[in-house]
């Protein structure tokens, strides 16, 4: 046998397989810069999540100012009077006026505002039922309010729709005034002698032969009232 081939036998590498063996070692070499290569990329893509995190969150999910609810139309300083309701239609009983009336006299007396209050409430919800008639419901709203007339007023009441009958007896031409109140003003108000005199501020619509485009006018009703037995009372009801 050849020496050179015997030096290759004994030494356990053949002479073939020399350039895998390097090839080998080279690849094995190689695996631990991949994997600080994967390793740099991972911490990159972990880098990157985080700042989007941080972006979206930042305008995105950042919660606003709180602010504190504030009434702008509050005003502490303003007094409120009671408000007369407003009539229905004058073809028709208006119960709840008179309720509101009935409600408001009687009873224990009360301070001097309060006095006051119940005399305007009083004489603008006896203006505008005192203003709205019609030929139709045969003038029913003048005997509603005969409770909160005097005697005098009474009488003169009576004689006041038996004219309006007369110039409207015919009931098939349509005949109606609407009164509707738009201030109050107190000219005088005495609760020991129990006297006040309120002028009342209205809108008048008149209805002649027609329910629709009626004709309206502005017109003042000056009340004098008188209370007896805790209850305010018309003494006079003047048209200016």
């Not at 005697?151 to 109606?176: I, M």
Request: with cysteine; charged share 15%; hydrophobic share 40%.
């Amino acid at each position: 046998m050849p020496r050179g081939l015997a030096v290759a036998k004994t030494s356990g590498i053949p002479l073939c397989g020399t350039n895998f063996y390097y090839m080998a070692l080279e690849q094995n070499q190689g695996t631990p810069r991949k994997k600080r290569s994967l390793l740099w990329i991972l911490l990159i893509l972990l880098l990157l999540i985080a700042a989007i995190l941080i972006y979206l969150y930042l305008f995105y999910f950042k919660p606003g100012p709180v602010t504190e609810n504030v009434n702008i139309n509050q005003n502490t300083n303003q007094a409120v009077l009671p408000i007369a309701p407003a009539t229905t239609s004058f073809n028709n009983t208006n119960a709840s006026v008179l309720m509101d009336i009935e409600a408001t006299t009687g009873g224990n007396q009360a301070n001097n505002q309060n006095e006051q209050n119940n005399a305007i409430l009083i004489a603008t919800s006896f203006t505008e039922r005192f203003g709205s008639y019609s030929n139709q419901s045969d003038y029913r709203n003048f005997q509603e309010l005969d409770q909160f007339m005097t005697t005098t007023v009474k009488e003169w009441v009576s004689q006041y729709v038996a004219g309006l009958k007369k110039d409207h007896a015919d009931t098939n031409v349509y005949y109606a005034i609407e009164t509707k109140a738009i201030s109050t003003q107190v000219n005088s108000f005495d609760d020991v002698a129990g006297f006040a005199q309120i002028l009342i501020k209205t809108q008048r619509q008149e209805f002649n032969n027609t329910i629709t485009n009626p004709s309206i006018s502005y017109q003042d009703m000056l009340l004098e009232l008188v209370r007896e037995n805790n209850q305010w009372k018309v003494r006079g009801a003047y048209w200016q």
